[in-house]
């Protein structure tokens, strides 16, 4: 299946006075943005020299601006975050806990579906990257955190039912719902949508 185009990075939109700062800015812009273009097209683990092709800049240009791809990938991971937090940060609409949870399906649909192929490639290259590694668990915390966040302490202290929510809520969960079973993005929110329903119709209010 081909991946919807996920990302809209914002970059600098005023650049430095300076004529050599802004074509130095331009040029970083350029790099972070052949990342994220071969990555959405489908290169999990795109070289140097490939991000260099694609950006229209010499191989040296991408080192000069980046120490190594692991500093290219943490400028990404970070312009990736600042596009997706406002997401995270609006609050859940819904006057009861279950009601807010319910709602959450619906933000965590559009998220997964914007960050899913940068997503993929920090997975792959993180058995190779110390930061990519520390970057996914975060990830992972993140994710988990946001759910309890919404979950009441009798919740919480059901083990079991947590960690149900969490994985119906879950990054792996949408990836296996809309790439290996190949489901619409409409039938992946049903499906998701079916399983927390009947999580909560068992779980006290």
Known sequence: MASATILKIRFPSDPPSDGRRARSQTSRDKIV?????????????PSAARV?????????????????????????????????????DEPVPGSVWKERLMNVVERRAAIFERIHPFRLSTSFKRF??????????????????TVEALLPEHILADALSTRSI???????????????????IQEARDVVTRLLGDILSRLAD
């Open 128 to 145: 190779h990257s110390a930061f990519l590694t520390e970057e996914y668990r975060r990830t992972l915390q993140l994710e988990a955190s």
């Open 166 to 184: 969490k994985v119906v809520l879950s990054f792996q969960n949408w990836h296996a719902l809309r790439f290996e079973q190949d489901l619409s």
């Open 52 to 88: 260099a092709e694609v950006a229209g800049v010499g191989l040296r240009s991408v080192f000069r601006h980046f120490d190594d791809m692991d500093t290219l990938y943490q400028e990404v991971s970070e312009r990736v975050s600042a596009e997706v937090m406002p997401l995270l």
């Open 33 to 45: 943005a052949a990342l994220l273009q071969l990555v959405e097209g489908g290169d999990l683990s």
